[in-house]
């Protein structure tokens, strides 16, 4: 009974945090996991923006491969049918002017809107000129369409303020719809109802693009490229998952294939899994417990680390000798393992005190999962093992471990000599050793950005890569502020420092604004004798502007607007987007388009604290390169940590140096190695390092473990062996992948392992005993 | 005052006689087709499409008169039409002022010299100005299909004086202009009147002597 407690207490464990996990643990693909805990403003607004802003919810569209009508034809029917569908807010192709609400609005509010108004306008001089202009459009055949608001609005502030709206108007037309410049290019834009992170929304979107397009297009050779956040994610998503799910078959296959030759037993081979598949569990639920939820990219880095754990049961299987019980065997090297499992832990546990919730969220996972492996593989494993695991005679005999052992030795001054030739190589590399670069994380491939380029180039959309972001208490400051930014603005785009600008304040002006102009409107006495004599030296009829003397007099008592007044309107969506709250602020965003110099741009505005200027992809390297830093510190931390953990459990510096050393130079190559082929360290290899050295660490213990007899020697021998074969098969099949972060992370792990087994060796004690 | 309204009254009396005898001109002319087509040559829609299609291009002057509520008295001006099959038409104005409007397949340009105005915008997105277009451009082609597209079509008269009527059905095009008649003889034609929704006239009238 007493035998079967453990195992009792694993099962009902297990099966609470399986519950934990599988119904308890919401997990995010929340990018402010991985945001300092002390974020600024612009950091959030920053992260706010990459998740749920209107260009994360893009999707861009461009059919090629006919001529201009039929790329015309399947344009306007694609954008017909998806305006029916509830996915999208919004489907544009060229094809949708402004709505009647959108034009009786602009008109209804025309003085207020209009930035022409001014008190020189309703002078009799200002009206004089503008009904001679009125009547030249008259005589023109265009004049039809104008004619019918001709008496409410002579001086034209209806179509100054639908200017405004044009200029934004996007690429050229052919034949009614959007093309490229070159013209072999439709271009149609959606908006999705969901933010690009939310992946089932967006590959639903996606979808249901490419079903209208395959319905729409008929027999024409037309074809329809798809690029913007959501596709990319989408598409990023299913080849990850198509490469993972493939990759992870050939492993599980040739590690299969490794183990049943050496154990030749099902039970065996799937007991070996066990401390693995407990480690990840109670590491999900560690990190569950402790923040709530779990982050979609601790879980995959987690896993990635956890890869140690699944050394853990070969030890274990290896040392089973035919006259010993599994509980004996487990005592055996339980000291080993324990030292290995708790120097880890030392070095996980370092990055509880980091700043970045994701960082500290890996941390928990990694430490926790380790322990649990550990635990289960001291108390669970035998009880589950069976009485004897037979391994072949002639593997544990014919290893000849001492003599291979003996003859590496040979080579025991290589690992710290590469360690200094790695730190030489690294520092007169003339490159970074680390690559921050957010484009370096994306798994879109480069052929897929450029495409997105072009599309955002023909169809003038800012990529709001940069822009400013002007804060205030409420939103009239925040207009206030933005129509002065103009003022610094418009003068670089006149001069060509900067391709244009978008804002708020454009369409909404402040109160301020609105009632300037307001008080520029005469009195309705005044305008009446100024259109009078205006009236006199033209053809018009006098009284035919009676409507417009009505409509100014009206507007002379309007209330003002805001950025409620837009709601009923299609450019609600507009200025909502460009301006909101956040938390106690009011935000506006002002995306530029071609900024040529940033640094002269940012010097203009650094004069205002509530002007902040940002470019997105370096706000987000700067973010990465924080997360990197502090991750690579705590490191130095815990480094302290395992080199005392060790000195103490081995009781002796040598030892100790035995186990560090090769981890260390294993770590230093791999990285040097990989920083000359790929340019530079990213996050991925970070991660993957880390797991080389914990390999590393485990391995090397076991190299020094003390040994009663040759056999067991080679018995450890043979288990290092079995480790170290299958994480260079797994994580090298991994680097076949053209995933970079599969590709990163396999190839890190498998040359790492690969080296640090090469490494312990040489450095691995030697036994006078058996020379 | 009672001599005043008499005018009036007799005035639209003659307007409204004007109307219903064109209206009845038509009416014959589609009697006269139905019953003689059999006998003599037919002179119809087809026919009258199939003659203007012949004609390849052609430069004509052209005076047009728009009378409009808004204005005291008619505004007057002259200037040049140019057309060349299938698709390019231009609108030349010269007097009181220069402006240039040119159609060539979708595209239209519209040149103020004065104003130092040149705009180039698509007919397909904007069907008003398009349906505008073809009520010249789609006759001169001898395109039914397309004047089809725009206008529910009357024709009546005689080979050596036709009349076409169109009844604009493009709603944007329909809330402003009430119907378009374009009179002519054999494969050309002489006049173009718009009326618009609000009552305002335009007579366009072409010349044929060089």
Redesign the interface.
Known sequence: MRARLPVFVWLVLTAIGAWIALFRTPVSTDLTHFLPKKAGVAEQILVEQLRQGVASRLLLMALEGSNETDL?EVSRRLAERLRENDSFVRIDN??Q?FSAADRDFLFENRYLLSPKVSEQRFSAEGLRQALAARL?E?????G??E??L??RDPTGEFLETLRIWMTSAGPS?????WFSPDGRRALLVAETKEPAFDLDAQAEAVASIRDSFAAVKGNRPVELLLSGPGAFSVEANATITRDAVRLSLLNTLAITLLLAAVYRSVRVILLGLVPLATGALAGTCAVSLWSGGIHGITLGFGATLLGVAADYPNHLFTHVRRDETSRQTVRLIWPTLRLGILTNVAGFAAMLFSGFEGLSQLGVFAATGLLAAGLTCRWIMPALMPAHIDLPGRVVKGLHADEFLNRMHRFRLVPPLLILVAIASIAYSGVPLWNDDIDALSPVPESRKALDEALRRDLGAPDLRQLIVVTGDDTDTVLRRSEHLKEILQPLVDDGTMAGFDMAALYLPSRETQRLRQSALPEIEVLRRNLDEALRET???PG?FEPFVADVSQAKQAPLLDETSFAATSFGLKIESLLFRHAELWVALVPLVGVADAAQLEAALATDQNLIYLDLRDASSRLLRDYRREAVHLLGASLVAIVLLLTLGLRSISGMLRVVTPMAAAAFVTAAVLMRLHGGLSLYHLVSLLLVMGLGMDQALFFNKPSRTPEERNRTFLSLLICSISAVAAFGILATSKVNILNAIGSTVAMGAALAVLFAAMLARRNRSSA | MTSGINTDWAHRLARRKRHISQWLGILLGFVLTATLASATERWDIDALMKALSRIESGEKRYTEI?T??????P?R?SGTLTYRAPSFLE?R?LS??E?R?TVDG?SLT?E?P??GVKQT?????QP??WA?VESIRAPLAGDLATLNRFYKISFGGSERNWLLALVPTEPNMAR??RFIRIRGSGDRIDRIEIE?T?G?VSVMTIEHQP
């Open positions: 015309a060229g094809t002017g030249a008259l005589a023109s055949p265009a039809l369409l004619k019918e001709l008496p037309l052919r034949q009614g719809v053809s018009f009829r035919a | 728009k409009m509520a808004l204005l005291k008295e505004m001006l609108k104005v009181p002022f402006e409007y979708d519209i103020s004065a104003k915008l698509s007919l397909a997105s008003a100005i505008f402003l202009v618009e609000g305002d």
